[in-house]
């Protein structure tokens, strides 16, 4: 089976950097993606680590250790509107080689941004 | 814009009263998934269909079921709900084959309440 573990809940101050963790445990890792969720709304996709590293994309990066079983969403700069659950999500391998289409997502991480 | 859209927004059904949710896609998307979600959880996959084979998770109870009718339709059936089906059922889409099958598109969402 797969299980992620991502804190609950993180509070930060606007203008700040918070970084979120996601720790997984699965039985094939293909890749780790990050959603975001506004109270009430869809979950948008922000992005995605199939290699180790960094990927950057505006104020929002997210790396990966493949070896530590191992991300995190990094949100710098932070506004207002940054306010929101964010969601940790795995994506397995399949017996072909390729990744699955298929993601289970963690319980995410209910960030507040305050002034 | 293309999108995926989902009606109604919100559904108030009977307990054991069957319902159906709709979801459709303007996006030509392969994949088309149905994820429950309660309060302060993960959404959980229920079951998605890749073109027109369905696949239900194994822990999905047999009193949802889906319909896909073409490419841009998808229906979830509750055949009799109960007070713990009550939930935001979520719709989403992605594209496998052209090289992003990892990012999954989310209509908004239909809230459930069963009374």
């Known amino acids: 089976g797969q299980s992620l573990e991502q804190p609950s809940e993180v509070t930060a101050v606007e203008g700040a950097i918070v970084q979120i963790n996601c720790t997984y445990q699965?039985?094939?890792?293909?890749?780790l993606s990050w959603y975001q969720q506004h109270d009430g709304g869809a979950p948008t996709f922000l992005s995605y680590?199939?290699?180790?590293g960094l990927e950057e994309t505006g104020r929002f990066s997210s790396f990966l250790s493949r070896s530590d079983s191992y991300g995190y969403l990094l949100l710098q700069e932070l506004q207002m509107k940054d306010s929101a659950s964010y969601f940790c999500?795995?994506?397995?391998?399949?017996?072909?080689?390729?990744?699955?289409?298929?993601?289970?997502f963690g319980k995410g991480t209910k960030l507040s941004v305050i002034p | 814009d293309a999108m995926v859209i989902q009606n109604p927004r919100y559904q108030v059904t009977q307990f054991g009263k069957p319902v159906t949710l709709s979801c459709s896609q303007t996006?030509?998307?392969?994949?088309m998934y149905w994820y429950q979600q309660k309060s302060s959880q993960a959404p959980k996959l229920l079951f998605h269909?890749?073109?027109?084979?369905?696949?239900n998770e194994a822990d999905t109870p047999d009193n949802f079921q889906s319909r896909r009718p073409n490419t841009s339709f998808c229906f979830l059936d509750i055949r009799s709900p109960g007070l713990g089906d009550a939930a935001m059922y979520l719709c989403?889409?992605?594209?496998?084959?052209?090289?992003?099958?990892?990012?999954?598109?989310f209509g908004p969402g239909t809230r459930l309440t069963v009374t």
């Open positions: 989403a889409t992605s594209r496998v084959g052209g090289g992003r099958a990892y990012e999954q598109y």
């Open positions: 999500a795995v994506r397995e391998g399949r017996s072909s080689g390729a990744g699955s289409y298929q993601l289970t």
């Open positions: 269909y890749y073109d027109k084979d369905f696949n």
């Open positions: 680590n199939a290699l180790d």
């Open positions: 699965t039985s094939g890792f293909y890749g």
């Open positions: 996006l030509n998307h392969n994949v």
